[in-house]
Structure formats: C-alpha cells, structure tokens
C-alpha cells in the first residue's frame, strides 16, 4: 500500500482515554517500579472536562468516526462516568463501547447501560489466581472480574469481547484455559500479542507468543475456521469454532502488522490526539478547546493531523525502535 492510499483511509474509530488512573498495577503497561506510589499522575485540572470530551465527540463523528470506545487508565475510576456516557450517547449515530479490566462492573454496569453504554470489553489475562495476581498485582482474586463479566451480561452490555494478552513464560499456558471457559459462556475472546507500547515495560520480541501459534493451540483441540472481518479496518483475524459454538479473535499487531489499513485514532485524557499506539508525539487539542475556537478550525485541526500521518511502527518495527519513548499504555488507552 503506497503513502496515497495509507493517507486516504477513513477515521472511523476514536478511543477516548478519560482518566491516567488504575486499580490494577500490571506488568503489561504500569510497572510497579515506574508507576509507584510517589507517581505523578494527571491533575484534575490536566484532565477534559465531559462537556470537552462530549464536543469533541461531535467534530470526531461529523469527520465520519462511527465507533467511539472509552479507555484509561480504568474508565471506571472516573467520577460520574455515567454522566460522560449519557452525554455521548446524545451524540447519536455512534456504537459506544467502553473497555475496562471489570473490576467495578458488579456495581456499574446497570448504570451504564441505562446511561446508553451498548457493550463492552473487558481486559483479563488468565483464569488461575496465581497467574493472574502475578501479571497484574492485585490482592483480589479473578472471580471479581468475572463477576463483573456476569453483571455486564445481566445489564445486557453485550456482544460482550474479553481481551487476553498473551506473553510467553508468563501466561500462555491459560490460553486453551480461556478459550474452553469462554466458549461455553458464548463470549468473544480475543488474544492480543504482547506489544511494545511505551517504554518502561522490559518488552522483548521473545516474549511475544505469535498468532499463528495461539490458533494452532486452539485449532488442534477445537477445530478452527476463518471468518470475514466485520467491517474495513477490523484489527482482529476472527476464526469460528467449527461446531459453530462462537468465535475467538487474534491481534496479531507485531507477526502481521496491519498499519495500512487502520481507520484508529486515539485522544488521551489531556486531550492529546494520536494517530498510533506506539506514537512518541500527538497533536493538543485541549488548548484549543480551552482557547474557544469554532468547532469548524477545530475540525480543521483533525483533518490535518489525519491527513498527515505516516505512522508505519508495527510494519518498521525493530528491536532498537521497540526501546524508543513511546506514549505509555496508561495514558493512550490501548
């Protein structure tokens, strides 16, 4: 794909990070020895106001975004969340979704699907306390999220998509785990190669489990079929169970980079816009917002940055690049 066809590719899906802040410490992107207890994170003031966040909503989808996904940090840490997603309900015209490791979901996912939240995905790594404690250092056990899993399922936040990342030596002895616990509960499991966003994680390409072996694990079990993406742009490879009992999904962003066709933006909770995951720079947009101009030079401002991308990490990528500063998981939301 040459620059021409890569700059032409629609927006159609805006992930807004809405809080820097989790209840979980995990190696994937918040180290405890980077982000400790003495860590500096967003001041309240630092942060969009909802009444920010809803407008930008609006310029975003007028330039044609359809999907609109809120992401942290954990989204459910921030106050009110509920009040933020009535809001961009309003917009209309809009699949909002919302991606959470499911730890508050006992006590929200009601209020979030009367607020107008349709569906949502939910982080979790492995099944076995011990594996998951380990990836993600918290004193709670994994019943807590599928806890969570259930009451969304209940509040009728569904198709619910489970996101599993998967790291050698670590946790891909729970892949089959997950897929048979998943499969007979008729939820969409999707495994993520372990990706180097950010700088502070350790990232090694040894540590990536590659897609293709994640299938063959689960094909020689339960066997596999491929299925078409569901819209232009699908980052995840879907495969059916053959017996037709559901799906599993892989993210295969490092063994099959698939930058030429993203249609993904993303803005952090400072208002920050990105055109890639593993971005070392974004265009502000919160000072235009708090500088009062229109919101036709604020969509000017979109489009240009659109317009203008080159970003080419996953198909570049090399063992030096991967060590390169990069916007940290935590704050552009994944």
């Known amino acids: 794909m040459d620059i021409r066809d890569r700059l032409e590719r629609p927006l159609r899906d805006l992930r807004i990070s809405v809080t820097d802040r989790c209840n979980f410490r995990c190696t994937y992107c918040m180290p405890r020895e980077v982000f400790g207890r003495d860590f500096r994170f967003l001041a309240r003031d630092d942060l969009l106001t909802f009444e920010e966040i809803a407008r930008l909503a609006r310029v975003f989808v007028a330039?044609?975004?359809?999907k609109i996904r809120l992401t942290g940090g954990e989204p459910l840490l921030r106050r009110d969340i509920e009040r933020l997603v009535a809001m961009l309900a309003g917009v209309?015209?809009?699949?909002?979704?919302?991606t959470t490791n499911g730890s508050l979901l006992p006590t929200k996912a009601h209020a979030l699907k009367a607020a107008g939240l349709r569906r949502v995905t939910v982080s979790l790594d492995a099944l076995e306390d011990d594996v998951f404690k380990r990836l993600?250092?918290?004193?709670?056990?994994?019943?807590?999220?599928?806890?969570?899993?259930?009451?969304?399922?209940?509040?009728?936040?569904?198709?619910?998509k489970i996101n599993m990342v998967v790291r050698r030596g670590v946790n891909e002895r729970?892949?089959?785990?997950?897929?048979?616990?998943?499969?007979?509960?008729?939820?969409?499991?999707?495994?993520?190669?372990?990706?180097?966003?950010?700088?502070?994680?350790?990232w090694r390409l040894d540590d990536v489990v590659p897609a293709g072996e994640i299938v063959e694990a689960i094909d020689a079990e339960m066997p596999l079929e491929p299925l078409s993406p569901n819209y232009p742009g699908e980052v995840a490879n879907r495969w059916r169970y053959r017996d037709g009992s559901g799906e599993v999904g892989v993210i295969a962003s490092v063994s099959e980079p698939f930058c030429g066709s993203?249609?993904?933006?993303?803005?952090?909770?400072?208002?920050t816009l990105y055109t890639c995951l593993f971005a070392s720079a974004g265009r502000d947009l919160r000072g235009a917002l708090r500088r009062?101009?229109?919101?036709?030079?604020?969509?000017g401002l979109v489009r240009a940055v659109w317009r203008g991308r080159d970003d080419r990490?996953?198909?570049?990528?090399?063992?030096?690049?991967?060590?390169d500063e990069k916007v940290e998981?935590?704050?552009i939301g994944g």
């Open 63 to 66: 330039q044609g975004v359809e």
């Open 92 to 98: 209309g015209g809009v699949d909002l979704t919302l």
């Open 136 to 160: 993600n250092d918290v004193d709670f056990p994994v019943a807590r999220v599928l806890e969570g899993i259930e009451a969304a399922e209940e509040a009728g936040l569904t198709p619910i």
């Open 174 to 202: 729970s892949v089959l785990p997950m897929a048979r616990h998943f499969r007979e509960r008729g939820h969409v499991l999707r495994f993520i190669e372990y990706m180097d966003v950010g700088h502070t994680n350790g």
């Open 262 to 271: 993203c249609t993904r933006a993303r803005v952090t909770a400072d208002g």
């Open 292 to 299: 009062g101009v229109g919101d036709e030079e604020l969509a």
């Open 313 to 323: 990490y996953s198909e570049l990528r090399t063992l030096a690049s991967a060590r």
């Open 329 to 331: 998981m935590s704050r």
